[in-house]
């Protein structure tokens, strides 16, 4: 059973644009959560995160918004750029046994059009 | 630069013919973490070592095995690959096993071919 979803796994927008990705989450003890960029033959990077006390982190082009209540997050790419094409995945962290654990999503496949 | 460095980038074995895949890492991070990643598929993490303790994933096959002989390097053994087990690898380290805002650096990872 998943519980961390991207239920898109691709999304096109054209250059200049919001990017709009989206992750949805099944476990209520997941206390933090991170964004990772991966480009093809290199591991994924550490985009931005986001604690559970929170509800929107910001760095540059790059903001996550966490809604507790719905289980759901997402990252806004404002404006996107083509150096943004990547595979985008979202990761949690829980606060209980195995807390040092992140659990990640399938990704989504992010391309921005000149 | 810092980094987390796997070795090699790409694996090519025969099917039951033992393999060993590296990373090595300067953050001088207490933990290291190995995941196994399937196309299309979410990383799914097979163990960790947080310093010298080695912690094993529960659904993690026997067929996998780690070490890990000093903070900078560890190891996984794969002991009789399968067709199955046609996977990229990624190595990732964290400084510490619940530090807030301290997230896994990860590797490139090795992909590993199954002949």
């Known amino acids: 059973d998943q519980q961390v979803k991207q239920n898109s796994p691709s999304l096109s927008v054209q250059e200049g644009r919001i990017s709009i990705l989206n992750c949805d989450y099944t476990n209520s003890m997941f206390d933090y959560f991170l964004w990772y960029k991966k480009y093809p033959a290199e591991g994924p990077t550490f985009l931005i995160s986001i604690s559970s006390i929170k509800d929107k982190n910001e760095d540059g082009r790059f903001t996550v918004f966490l809604n507790k209540s719905a289980k759901h997050l997402s990252l806004h790419i404002v404006p996107s750029q083509p150096g943004d094409s990547a595979v985008y995945f979202c990761a949690a962290r829980g606060n209980g046994a195995g807390s040092y654990q992140l659990t990640f999503g399938k990704g989504t496949k992010l391309s921005v059009i000149p | 630069d810092a980094m987390v460095i796997q070795n090699p980038r790409y694996q090519v074995t025969q099917f039951g013919k033992p393999v060993t895949l590296s990373c090595s890492q300067t953050l001088n991070h207490n933990v290291m973490y190995w995941y196994q990643q399937k196309s299309s598929q979410a990383p799914k993490l097979l163990f960790h070592?947080?310093?010298?303790?080695?912690?094993n994933e529960a659904d993690t096959p026997d067929n996998f095995q780690s070490r890990r002989p000093n903070t900078s390097f560890c190891f996984l053994d794969i002991r009789s690959p399968g067709l199955g087990d046609a996977a990229m690898y990624l190595c990732a380290t964290s400084s510490r096993r619940r530090q807030t805002n301290q997230p896994q650096h990860f590797g490139d990872g090795t992909r590993l071919s199954i002949l």
């Open positions: 070592y947080y310093d010298k303790d080695f912690n």
